[in-house]
Every structure is written in C-alpha cells, then in structure tokens.
C-alpha cells in the first residue's frame, strides 16, 4: 500500500510542473526594494487571478518548501490556495528578473484578516499554534481555522500571520496561504558535502531540541488545560484539530514526507547532499514525535 501511495506522489508531483503555456497576463508587481519583480500579478484569459513567486539561486528550498505544503494541505482538504512549480518559460522571460524558477500561486477568494501588525476582526490569532486561549478561541470560530492550524503543526510552520490567512465573507471560508517557511530550520542547514560522525549526530541532535516547533509549543499549552473549564466550542475546537492531525500522520508517515521532499527538489533540479538529507530525517522525526503527542494530549483531556 506504502509503495502505491508514494507512486500516486511521484506521479501528481511530476504533472505539478509547469512550462508556461497559458496565456497569462501581468496586471502587477509588489514592490519588495532590491527584490524587484520577484511578487507577480497575473490573470488568464478567463479574469482567474494568480500570485508568481520568482526565487534566485538562494531560495531553491524555499520553492520546494511552498509546494510541499500546499501539495499536503490540499491533498486531505485543508482550505490552502494550490501552488505549482514554474521552471523557465516565455512569461519568467517576459518578467526578465533573472531567475528561472517560480511558483504559481491560485489566488484564494476573500480577503486578508488585516495587516501582520493588527488585531483582527474577532480577535483573531493562529501564529505559532496553539499557544494560549486566545488561540485556541480563534480555532473555536471555524472549523477551516482548525485544519489550517493543524496543518502548521505538522509542517511546523511559523510564519501564520494575519496576512497569510484570507477571509471569503460570500462563504463563511478561511484559506490559508505561503507555506514558504514549513521545517524553515532545514533551510538554514547548509547544502554541503560532509562526514556525518558521531559527533555531527550530536550537533544536529543539540540544534533540534534547541528549537521551539510548533507541535511542542502547543502540547505544552495542552498541558495546562483543564477539561471542566472548557467551553462545548473549545473542545469541538480541540477535536477537530486532533482529527486533522491524525488524518495528516496516516496519510503521511516520515518516510513517505521525506520522499515527497527529495521528489520535489528533483523537479527543479536541486540535489540535497547525504549530509543534509540525514539531518532533514531527524527534523521529522522530531517533529513527528510532538506531533503524535498533541494527537494523545487532546485525548488525556477528554
């Protein structure tokens, strides 16, 4: 079963990159200083909008990783925009910002909760996890803010500001967008060729714990919950976000998240040394462990 569901990755992956051939046109760029052009604007010739994300020989990973993450939040339903690969082409031409690798970004419906900086309508916060009360009531509004978080907690994804969480008032929706930073710890390691010894484990054993993840920062707040002071949207909060989890761990186990991951660098041609292959193993583990034990904590509390 295993070996068919790494197939069906390989196989959605592959079909994931693209070579421009639709007629997409510029209606703008964001302006980011010394990083021109690398936020595009575009629309296809059915008015559908669309974010390209242009990446220079530094921000390989960072490509890799945005495919990654909306590739599993939408592969079990989590609301995320879906992004594919990009890889030169007539349009990267036309940008002329010299780079040849981009992501394709769907734009998700509604609107951003506020600027970073805010404090959003309903009082609204999902960085980080789920870190306090104001939190975890956050997640009690909706159930999309439940799966969106959840996802950040499998992918250890920090980055869940206001301005990566869209709001359709139409439907009542929440998406969430740019899992550009998922495992960002991997893409500060690194890329060299390097004798993995008893001594380099240790050191790569040092720089995980030190880490504060997601799922660890979260189970620490589980920890201080008392189940009689929960309210019935609070603990259908918690029970929602646990099912996602354990719909994320069956369907994605460290083996097969490793394998997505080097099937999406060889889309793009980036080749991950033994040395850093062996410490992108231990993250998910170690993210895996404190993920299963947010899964068992919500349990406890029941």
């Known amino acids: 079963m295993k070996n068919y569901f790494l197939e069906i990755v390989v196989i959605i992956c592959t079909f994931s990159t693209i070579v421009c051939q639709e007629p997409w046109h510029i209606i703008g760029y ?51 925009h879906t992004t594919s690969i990009m890889m030169s082409g007539p349009l990267l031409a036309e940008i002329s910002n010299g780079t040849s690798l981009a992501t394709l970004h769907e734009c998700v419906p509604g609107r951003q909760l506020g ?52 709001f359709d008032e139409s439907t009542s929706r929440y998406y969430g967008i740019d899992m550009g930073d998922i495992f960002l710890e991997v893409q500060k390691i690194p890329n060299i060729e390097k004798d993995i010894s008893p001594q380099q484990i240790k050191m790569f054993l040092i720089l995980i714990f030190e880490k504060k993840i997601v799922a660890l920062n979260t ?54 040394t033994k040395y850093k292959q062996f410490y992108l193993r231990f993250v998910l583990a170690f993210n895996m462990y404190w993920v299963q034990r947010v899964i068992n904590q919500i349990h406890i509390i029941f």
């Open 30 to 80: 964001e302006n980011r200083g010394e990083f021109e052009k690398r936020i595009v604007f575009l629309e296809d010739n059915t008015h559908k909008k669309f974010v390209l994300k242009c990446y220079d020989d530094n921000q390989q990973e960072e490509a890799i990783s945005e495919s990654i993450g909306s590739f599993i939040g939408g592969s079990i339903g989590v609301p995320v």
């Open 115 to 166: 600027k970073w900086f805010e404090v959003v309508e309903h009082d609204i916060v999902l960085k980080g996890g789920v870190l306090s009360e104001r939190h975890l009531n956050s997640l009690a509004i909706n159930d999309d803010l439940c799966d969106i978080v959840a996802l950040d907690i499998f992918l250890n994804n920090k980055d869940r500001h206001h301005e990566n969480c869209f």
């Open 219 to 272: 189970y620490c707040f589980l920890q201080t919950i008392d189940a009689k002071n929960l309210s019935s949207q609070q603990k259908k909060a918690l029970q929602r976000l646990s099912d996602t989890l354990e719909h994320l761990v069956a369907a994605y186990s460290i083996d097969s998240l490793f394998n997505l991951w080097m099937s999406k660098s060889q889309e793009i041609d980036y080749v991950y």
